[in-house]
């Protein structure tokens, strides 16, 4: 199918070695040498010499089984802290073989490889290798190794092409680039490569639209750009931009919500931009035309109608207020989060494009349903901030009216709650100069961000001069103070400009009930 339409087929053989989880293959990890990947990894064992001969020859058993499945090519990963990684570098490479010591003796493991690639496969099958440009940890490789690397697979290996990613899983923040990381942010890693090796140099690094992308073929920085998570968020990137349609391109948003953390569960891999991937060949047209209402026009509603258009349904939607995007319209705004509003303004865009009518400021009534006769209606009235029972509750105003801008806050500001809402908001407002503190009931702080995310967010907090109180209790809030349990018991009384809620929210759906009883 995929030579059919024009494309090429490369597969990536890779060893996961010190990275790896003996649970899952039921094995003990190897790895150059027995240096554990982080705290939250096992000890792997030095792999033996005998072994890694053996280990040489299944990659080219592998290589050739790619061959006769029709792949035009395989990529043999070098990167990441993974097995052929932790031989390259010298912070995880202490051996005293024949592959370990020296620049040559390190990269005698890929070179071997990639020989028995092109002795199994009658050197038929392009070699790529996936390399990194950068580890991002003292001692481990810098951008100056990667190019003497480069060179090195290229002029003693012959490989047709490099895969230039970024860092080990110590800091997989740069792995995996947040949202916070805009696109291009390992462009300088790149560069130092290309100007290294004559072969074609591919770069990957949270890619989403092609005007940087380009940019970087243009100058000559790199020959190839890859877009991977890009390519879940909206497979079509490459036609919409070609038929000057990036209005309708759906961008990846960082969130690193349903990509890596699903890979890394074992589970499929889905993705909040596109609630298609993985369920494109469910997309069937409707036997039957019918006529579709969509109550709501946040995240939900927007895609909901957008679908149902696409199926082949007459669609309209109502949005009580005068814009769309719901919660997710305001999540664009905390630093670092404005791709969001892109995501946003592609749905809106798609909608219009299959001829979804959109009606603003309209509340959906059960006698406005009876007036337009639906056949069919779509509740998506999303939620409504969370308040918690305590005294004075009431008085506070919730993150959304801050980050909308109907409130200005005070110049001493506490935020309740120590979620992804709260921190982010926490940050909005330090941003601006206000003093914020942060009060969290729970041990943690960003329980519910990922990794990457929480990286990058915990030092800007740090750096605006955030305070953040774990295992602390509200107790009241009344005149403009606040009395809070600490982890000590005792009560420790804050006097605030502005109290913001952002402990949450609960489902809003004043419709279903009333559509049911009439």
């Known amino acids: 199918a995929c030579h059919k339409e024009g494309a090429k087929v490369s597969i990536q053989l890779q060893h996961a070695g010190p990275e790896g989880n003996s649970k899952v293959t039921g094995y003990p990890l190897k790895s150059a040498s027995s240096i554990p990947a982080s705290v939250k990894t096992e000890i792997p064992k030095a792999i033996s010499t005998e072994e890694l001969y053996r280990l040489i020859e299944a990659y080219g058993d592998a290589a050739l089984r790619a061959k006769q499945a029709g792949a035009d090519a395989v990529e043999v990963h070098c990167a990441h802290g993974y097995l052929v990684s932790s031989f390259i570098s010298e912070r995880t490479n202490k051996r005293q073989d024949e592959f370990g010591g020296c620049f040559e003796n390190r990269m005698r493991l890929p070179k071997l490889i990639i020989e028995n690639i092109r002795k199994k496969t009658g050197g038929t099958l392009a070699v790529i290798c996936r390399i990194n440009g950068s580890d991002d940890v003292v001692g481990g490789q810098t951008p100056q190794d990667a190019a003497a690397v480069a060179s090195y697979l290229e002029k003693e290996c012959g490989v047709d092409a490099l895969h230039v990613s970024r860092a080990v899983h110590l800091h997989d923040e740069y792995m995996w680039g ?68 990036l209005e309708l391109l759906q961008p990846c948003i960082g969130c690193l919500q349903g990509c890596v953390p699903n890979m890394f569960r074992g589970e499929a891999i889905t993705c909040l931009v596109n609630p298609l991937a993985g369920r494109e060949a469910e997309l069937d047209l409707a036997e039957q035309k019918k006529k579709v209402v969509v109550v709501g026009g946040g995240p939900g509603g927007l895609y909901a109608a957008y679908v149902c258009a696409l199926l082949g349904h007459d669609v309209t939607l109502y949005e009580e207020k005068e814009m769309l995007g719901g919660n997710m319209r305001l999540a664009a705004y905390p630093p670092g989060k404005g791709c969001i509003n892109g995501m946003i303004c592609s749905y809106i865009n798609n909608c219009k494009a299959q001829g979804v009518t959109i009606e603003l400021n309209t509340s959906v009534t059960p006698e406005l349903l009876r007036e337009k006769k639906p056949d069919a209606v779509i509740v998506a009235t999303g939620s409504k901030p969370l308040m918690l029972p305590i005294p004075g509750i009431e008085k506070t105003v919730h993150a959304a009216d801050v980050l909308e801008g109907n409130v200005k806050p005070g110049k001493r500001v506490l935020v309740v709650g120590g979620g992804m809402v709260g921190l982010e908001t926490a940050l909005y407002i330090a941003s601006r100069g206000y003093h914020v503190d942060v009060v969290e009931m729970q041990q943690a702080a960003g329980k519910d961000l990922n990794k990457g995310v929480r990286k990058f967010l915990f030092d800007e907090l740090k750096e605006k001069g955030v ?52």
């Open 178 to 245: 947040p949202s916070v990381l805009h696109e291009g942010f390992s462009s300088g890693c790149v560069t130092e490569i290309k100007q290294a090796v004559k072969i074609p140099v591919i770069t990957v690094g949270r890619y989403t639209e092609p005007q940087y992308a380009e940019l970087m073929v243009e100058e000559g920085r790199a020959d190839l750009i890859a877009f991977g998570r890009q390519s879940i968020a909206d497979p079509e990137l490459p036609r919409k931009a070609k038929d000057g349609e």
């Open 467 to 518: 305070n953040i109180f774990t295992s602390t209790r509200i107790e009241n809030i009344e005149n403009g103070t606040v009395s809070c349990i600490t982890p000590d018991g005792k009560i420790k009384r804050r006097n605030i400009g502005k109290v913001i809620s952002a402990v949450g929210s609960k489902p809003f759906d004043p419709l279903s009930e009333k559509l049911k009883e009439s």
